[in-house]
């Protein structure tokens, strides 16, 4: 079974957003800034059926 880059590469990126979304949720909700905090949480939502089908993607290469 051969990876590509490309695919691993995407999933790094996705993978490195999906931290910095995490981070700063925790840091907008320290600050009791709770509408930016469902906003970064939802975009988190939203990155792992990208990851998915991603993995999906590639898997069949």
């Given at each position: 079974m051969?990876?590509?880059?490309?695919?691993?590469i995407?999933?790094?990126v996705v993978?490195?957003?999906?931290?910095?979304?995490?981070?700063?949720?925790i840091h907008?909700?320290?600050?009791?800034?709770?509408?930016?905090?469902?906003?970064y949480?939802?975009?988190n939502?939203?990155?792992?059926?990208?990851?998915?089908?991603?993995?999906?993607?590639?898997?069949?290469?």
């Open positions: 051969k990876r590509s880059y490309r695919g691993v995407l999933l790094c993978l490195f957003l999906n931290i910095i979304f995490t981070q700063k949720a907008q909700y320290y600050f009791e800034n709770y509408t930016a905090t469902v906003i949480a939802v975009l939502l939203v990155l792992f059926p990208i990851a998915l089908f991603i993995y999906h993607k590639e898997k069949n290469v």
